[in-house]
């Protein structure tokens, strides 16, 4: 026992005061008292002004019914210094079953409590940080909408907040690494397409490899898939009870090009390219065009195809 | 949207509690349109004075009202009420955040107004008749509750 690196000490209840009768190399250390401030004494000299007397309380009544008791404490050392004690104590007995001595080991954990600390620190900020985003979101539709509602003109509204939503849903995605603001291409598009998605079953499949994205990906890729997925819903395999959709991704050209596939099936068939393309895949095909990306098309009887090719870093 | 939502919503007081007021009055203005009556509380003890004046019909809460806190106590009168209401949330997406130890459906923000009187019509309606109320008729989106 004198030589484990675990500090640890005996106290002698039958003595005034419950003081401690031994102590071992590795308490000294931790604590910073020599032995002879140490031995003849209460284990009080270890508390301070930000000690919590919860927790005290836990340990005078584990003496007292002479139990087993962990608890973590905070202590200071003789310089001052506090350290987190993960305090493990409890009774041993004589022969006869009489209390002999109480053991208390002392496990310095401040690093645990540190960590346990910042975890907490990120998660409150990635809260606040979701809450402010989506409130955001949710605003400048509101303010879209009142406009809109003045000019008399709701149709345009509901064009401009069905895509501001459309990215406001993807940025959730972008919480989980909230100080990269790299989102998973998955989440994105599980994001963006769910409201698209019925109920019942599987009408829109994900399959790709695991993808980070850059914040700028994230907003192309959500007004895409916004764009598609609404084009399906008037027009395609989402507009009836039966088509689906298979969405797909790959890295191609060694990694540099991101390549996404959005293939319906099922839906109504088509004669051929449409004489007039909508304005939604206008839009996207500038954004794509802006962002050094393409998109194809192929008009087939199965229903509408996509090929997107969007550049991606490659400093991984 | 349903054509029978717009009914149920008519004449039922439903309150808003919500803490950004440009949110609240887009609400208040589209669940006017479905012929409903908005009480607007900004804070809970506002939303409950609007509950002690008279009963309301459903509310739409937000989560995490800033300094005023969260809507926990308001949901909590709702339940034991038999009130239902939906939860408004920017909240994270996750398990144990607060928004999901709630027994009422999610709508993350941002949602449309829509999406949000759809579901207080489902909620209503589901009051009289059974759950399945949602048809299989085109019209995306499809309102869904949180799945998380």
Known sequence: ?316 | MAPNVENILAGRRILVLEDEVIIALELQLSFADAGAQVEIAQTVEIALEVLSEAPVDAAVLDVNLGHSGTCAEVATLLLERGVPFILHSGDLVRHGELVHTINAPVIPKPAAPQELIAEIGRLLAGATADDEGRDGAAGPPVIRRNRH
Not at chain 1, 207 to 221: A, M, Q, T, W, Y
């Open chain 1, 1 to 316: 026992m004198a030589q484990t690196r675990m500090a640890v000490c005996l106290t002698d209840p039958s003595k005034p005061d419950n003081p401690i009768v031994f102590a071992n190399r590795a308490f000294y250390r931790l604590t910073g008292y020599p032995p002879e401030e140490v031995l003849g004494h209460n284990c009080r000299f270890l508390q301070g002004p930000e000690t919590d007397p919860a927790s005290l309380e836990r340990i005078r009544e584990a003496l007292r019914e002479e139990e087993v008791c962990v608890t973590e404490i905070l202590n200071y050392r003789k310089d001052g210094s506090p350290f987190w004690n993960a305090l493990h104590l409890g009774p041993i007995y004589n022969e006869d079953s009489s209390i002999r001595y109480f053991f208390g080991s002392q496990w310095n954990v401040t690093e645990v409590h540190a960590a346990r600390a910042a975890e907490q620190h990120a998660l409150m900020l990635r809260r606040e940080l979701s809450h402010r985003v989506k409130n955001m979101f949710s605003v400048i539709s509101g303010i879209v909408t009142l406009t809109a509602r003045h000019e008399k003109a709701s149709w345009v509204a509901n064009k401009i907040n069905e895509r501001v939503r459309a990215l406001g849903r993807a940025y959730e995605a972008t919480l989980h690494e909230p100080d990269e603001g790299r989102a998973s291409l998955r989440d994105v598009a599980r994001l963006v397409l769910d409201p698209y998605a019925p109920r019942d079953g599987d009408r829109i499949s994900l399959d790709g490899p695991s993808i980070e994205l850059d914040p700028n990906v994230v907003s192309v890729l959500a007004i895409a898939l916004h764009e598609l997925a609404t084009n399906a819903s008037k027009y395609g395999a989402l507009s009836g009870s039966d088509g689906q959709v298979r969405v797909g991704w790959h890295r191609v050209e060694g990694g540099r090009i991101m390549e996404f596939i959005w293939r319906e099936e099922g839906g109504p068939a088509l004669a051929g390219p449409p004489r007039k393309t909508g304005m939604g895949l206008e839009i996207m095909a500038s954004l794509l065009a802006g962002s050094k990306g393409s998109i194809e098309y192929g008009w087939h009887a199965h229903g509408l195809t996509a090929a997107l090719r969007l550049p991606m870093a490659t400093d991984e």
